[in-house]
């Protein structure tokens, strides 16, 4: 093979290497993450983040990705990933990145009602009443499940009763007092009669609905 046919040779090699080197890598799957979110409040958000990885799973740099959500009136998505309530529901949130794509699915809870399953209760001085089963509702009337709603608990009057951070009653002296749960600036009230002796009688579960504080 003659110079310059070898130094030709040579120089196409060279320059095939340098052209696959500058080629981007192609998206095969896109992550995102957290892959499942739950958002409750109306001002709460939070930001996905969508991961380009190529056939072998390397996670590819230098990619941006478009947001879009499956419903918009359940929950919005901006250009950076970031995510907040419209309404209460289940949504997608899309990232794609060249023809690839990911999804993470958005849960809605507005919380715009909570209930406690009786409006009064009997309960005996020393003897613990367990915490009155608390229900949340969204903007739509719907019951929810909220599992990991936080509720406080507070006592108008602890030298009736006391309430625990767990919503266990106490009855301390014979008299009246009131009861409140409160959840994100949502509360619902039960008046407690304590008695002295046996004669203690629950109210029953008679429903008590109750919006935002006042």
């Known amino acids: ?14 320059a095939s290497s ?56 359940i929950a919005v998505v901006d250009s950076t990933g970031k995510v907040k309530p419209a309404g209460s529901g289940v949504a997608s949130v899309t990232a794609k990145i060249d023809e690839a794509t990911g999804t993470a699915t958005v849960t809605v809870q507005l919380l715009k009602g909570i209930r406690l399953e009786a409006p009064a209760i009997v309960i005996q001085v020393g003897t613990p009443r367990p915490a009155l089963k608390v229900a949340f509702s969204n903007e739509k ?6 599992k990991e709603a936080k509720v406080e608990w507070k006592t108008a009057d602890p030298n009736v009763a006391t309430v625990g951070p767990d919503g266990v009653i106490n009855g301390v002296n014979a008299g009246s007092t009131t009861i409140t749960a409160k959840v994100e600036g949502l509360s619902a009230d039960v008046a407690v009669t304590v008695n002295p002796g046996d004669a203690a009688a629950d109210a029953g579960p008679v429903a008590a609905d109750a919006g935002p504080k006042k």
Do not use: H, Y
């Open 18 to 73: 340098a052209l696959a080197s500058g080629c981007p890598a192609k998206v095969a799957t896109v992550d995102v993450t957290p892959p499942k979110v739950t958002l409750r409040g109306e001002n709460e958000q939070r930001t996905l983040v969508a991961t380009p990885k190529d056939e072998d799973g390397v996670e590819i740099e230098g990619k941006q990705a478009t947001w879009t959500s499956s419903d918009s009136g």
């Open 141 to 146: 009337g719907e019951m929810i499940d909220t």
């Open 1 to 14: 093979m003659s110079t310059s046919r070898r130094s030709l040779l040579s120089f196409a090699l060279l």
